[in-house]
């Protein structure tokens, strides 16, 4: 049974400061890693995908992998109370094209 | 504008009843899939579809079915023998394959059993 999982928080950060989210997979063979935002009662939304050890910069954003590890994070810099929303971590795992999902973390940026 | 929709946004059910959700997608992608969330949980995919007229059971597809005469379409149906089929529910699509290809979603239809 492939695994991703979340910490489910609430994870509460002030405006301005970095949130760190974090997402550990099961599946050595994975290879590919999505972050997801999803507002409360809305659809969830891309942020950013990663399938290269290190670090993946896309604005605010920052996807950093580690496949040793089986550990992928999600940075979001200059936090904005409206980046309030729950993050859910998809991975895909090698030879498969579905992604599994993790639960998801709520992300709380309070003024 | 390309996208997916869905229809209806609430869908109110009576027990014993049947009812289909809608999920149309222009974005010309082969691969759609549906996922119900529950409150506090992540998506569980409940069936999924790489080609027209061929679709696979997902993790919970128990009490549903689906169909897939067009590539733009793939309608849910919520049968009576799903139990506790009060939920949010999500349809998606992507280019099928292995690699880094996005899932697309709509907005997604929100289910409750009277």
């Known amino acids: 049974q492939k695994e991703v999982e979340q910490n489910s928080g609430p994870l509460s950060v002030p405006e301005g400061a970095i949130a760190s989210l974090n997402c550990t997979y099961s599946?050595?063979?994975?290879?590919?890693f999505f972050w997801y935002r999803q507002y409360s009662g809305k659809s969830p939304e891309l942020i950013m995908f990663?399938?290269?050890?290190g670090d993946k910069e896309d604005g605010r954003f920052t996807a950093q992998l580690n496949k040793a590890s089986q550990y992928v994070s999600l940075l979001i810099r200059d936090s904005q109370p409206s980046d309030s929303a729950t993050y859910l971590c998809?991975?895909?795992?090698?030879?498969?094209?579905?992604?599994?999902f993790g639960r998801g973390t709520s992300l709380i940026v309070h003024p | 504008d390309g996208g997916i929709t869905q229809s209806p946004k609430y869908l109110f059910r009576k027990e014993g009843q049947n009812v289909t959700l809608s999920c149309e997608q222009n974005?010309?992608?082969?691969?759609m899939y549906w996922y119900r969330q529950d409150p506090g949980q992540g998506l569980r995919l409940i069936y999924y579809?790489?080609?027209?007229?061929?679709?696979q059971k997902g993790d919970i597809a128990e009490g549903y079915s689906v169909s897939r005469e067009k590539k733009e379409s793939f309608p849910l149906t919520v049968t009576s023998a799903q139990k506790n089929p009060t939920a949010f529910y999500l349809c998606?699509?992507?280019?099928?394959?292995?690699?880094?290809?996005?899932?697309?979603f709509g907005p997604g239809t929100r289910l409750t059993v009277l």
């Open positions: 998606a699509s992507s280019i099928p394959g292995q690699g880094n290809n996005e899932q697309f």
């Open positions: 599946d050595r063979g994975s290879q590919s």
């Open positions: 990663i399938y290269s050890n």
């Open positions: 998809a991975v895909k795992a090698g030879g498969s094209y579905i992604p599994t």
């Open positions: 974005l010309n992608h082969d691969a």
């Open positions: 579809s790489q080609i027209v007229n061929d679709f």
